[in-house]
């Protein structure tokens, strides 16, 4: 494989960007072309994106897309789809959308190998996970269902029980424990009752430090404090059944090894999400991603969102050189989000080398980060709108709220959509100086004041919407997420689906832990030998 920069398309679209995109003004798109928003919003399932406030024309768009084709995207696509081993440093397939595909539904594309990730082994974990969660669900004795995790195994199921919280039902709790800082788990503990109490113990390998680390603690909490029968108030989502038997755990849901941590919400791992909305929603969650998975898979490349927002993210990071990306969803529900994008994103694409290991020219993921609104309006908006760095916004705006405070929702939509609008329009400092001459205080000079009150405007955003934050709705934005990621990806020539960059930490993280017993610092370098001398005195 040739490195994306070595492409016709790339030289092409780097032209392009030299004699257009560089220069493009919002503004004066608009005012010239009136079908804007109709060219550049798109539909998917449960998801109608408008993309018409973003630095691009329709000319953009087709050398993007050239690009993608140059950069086989799709035919990548389809081998994942096929079950072929696209992650390729560990060997494995890439079938997380095997979870979500109904059951006896053929492969997207071409047929997959052996029994297939469509095939009953998947649907009856499935239905177990399910079988199980119901019982949990009706056993009025169980009020508090703790997750231990971290990561993948944390960060999906915390964010979708979150956003679900309108479908729960009460008398039972959902908490998310993954830190392995006592201060984490600890004062969760003193606001439970053993025996009321269920832990799931999520881990692939059933070895992660922090995870058993933590679960250790819970156990021997349950014990000190009079709990009996561990097998009932401690289950396992893992493949390690041997480990998680020698804990004292016997019910166990396992899963492959081609779901990876951060995809891993739809399967077993996802057994909290189901306890807390019931099967039949968690089905739907399940729906909803297959759908946005059939959207990938089938609609052409002029049309298909996620892989045009791939495009997008490569086209502001390695053109414009913006080097993040906020997320702000108008929605409560949604405020985990950012976290899970974090590791869906960053953890997939922060590479500094393409598939054969050779150094990457140019620069891979954005960094993502943000707050629902309107609470990131009082914080970082101030540098979105008049700070020296161009960072483009993700709005996420939902029609239908769960809720029945009509006005609240309205003045949240209302800020939703002036923001993305502030951010494109801007103020001129002629128009700011109108407006400060009569509200000066005395001895600020106007013309400073204006300056001062300003807005460069011109600056991007995409806004996201959807009818209602249902189950299937937020399966569908999440799975779109992950197919924009595998776009970029793609277009990068980088193998998002392993995670190397984790490892060297959990490694030396491993060898200086007895070493804070012992005070051994010998052969550590200075300044990890001061630090470890200074945190035991």
């Known amino acids: 494989m040739t490195s994306c920069t070595d492409t016709a398309a790339w030289a092409a679209l780097q032209g392009h960007f030299e004699a257009h995109g560089r220069g493009l003004d919002l503004r004066e798109a608009f005012a010239r072309d009136a079908g804007r928003v109709a060219a550049l919003g798109f539909e998917a399932p449960e998801v109608w994106a408008d993309l018409s406030k973003n630095l691009i024309d329709t000319a953009t768009l087709r050398y993007l897309l050239e690009l993608a084709r140059e950069r086989g995207v799709e035919a990548r696509r389809d081998a994942m789809f096929r079950g072929e081993p696209i992650n390729t440093t560990e060997g494995r397939a890439v079938l997380h959308t095997a979870l979500r595909a109904p059951e006896g539904a053929p492969a997207l594309v071409g047929a997959p190998p052996g029994a297939g990730p469509f095939g009953t082994e998947v649907h009856d974990v499935l239905q177990a996970v399910l079988d199980y969660a119901e019982n949990v669900r009706k056993d009025w004795t169980i009020t508090d269902v703790v997750n231990i995790g971290i990561g993948g195994s944390d960060l999906g199921p915390q964010m979708v029980v979150k956003a679900l919280d309108a479908y729960t039902q009460a008398g039972q709790r959902l908490h998310f424990v993954s830190n392995v800082d006592g201060h984490d788990l600890m004062p969760l503990l003193d606001r439970l009752q053993p025996n009321k109490t269920l832990f799931i113990v999520a881990s692939k390998t059933f070895t992660t430090q922090e995870t058993l680390t933590n679960a250790h603690a819970a156990r021997d909490w349950f014990l000190s404090q009079g709990g009996q029968h561990i097998e009932r108030h401690f289950v396992a989502t893992t493949c390690n059944v041997e480990a998680a038997a020698a804990f004292g755990i016997h019910t166990t849901f396992g899963f492959w090894d081609w779901v990876g941590g951060r995809y ?15 099967g039949e929603r968690f089905r739907e969650l399940l729906a909803g991603a297959h759908a946005m998975d059939r959207h990938f898979a089938e609609t052409p490349a002029e049309r298909n969102l996620p892989l045009l927002l791939g495009l997008l993210d490569v086209w502001y990071r390695n053109f414009h050189g913006f080097t993040s990306r906020s997320v702000a969803p108008y929605h409560q529900g949604l405020a985990r989000l950012p976290a899970y994008l974090q590791q869906l994103e960053l953890e997939s694409n922060g590479k500094r080398v393409d598939e054969a290991g050779r150094a990457l020219a140019v620069g891979t993921s954005p960094v993502v980060w943000g707050e629902p609104g309107t609470n990131g309006q009082h914080a ?31 003045k949240l939509l209302a800020n939703c959509l002036a923001q993305s609008q502030a951010l494109m329009l801007g103020k001129t400092a002629a128009e700011a100086a109108a407006e400060a001459a009569p509200t000066a205080a005395p001895g600020v000079d106007p013309a400073v004041l204006a300056q001062h009150r300003s807005f460069p405007g011109n600056r991007p955003s995409t806004t996201l919407v959807l009818d209602a934050l249902t189950p299937r709705a937020l399966g569908a934005l999440i799975a779109m997420y992950e197919h924009r990621v595998f776009t970029s990806g793609a277009v990068w020539g980088i193998n998002s689906f392993d995670q190397w960059g984790v490892e060297l930490g959990k490694a030396l993280a491993g060898a200086l832990l007895p070493r804070l017993k012992s005070g051994d610092t010998a052969g550590l370098d200075a300044s990890t030998a001061a630090l470890l001398q200074r945190l035991r005195s």
Do not use: C, N
């Open 264 to 278: 891993s919400l739809w399967s077993a791992i996802g057994l909290p999400i189901a306890i807390a909305v019931g």
């Open 380 to 410: 970082y908006f101030q540098m979105l709108h008049q700070g020296t760095d161009v960072i483009p916004v993700e709005f996420i705006a939902v029609k239908t709220p769960s809720h029945a405070q009509a006005e609240q929702h309205r």
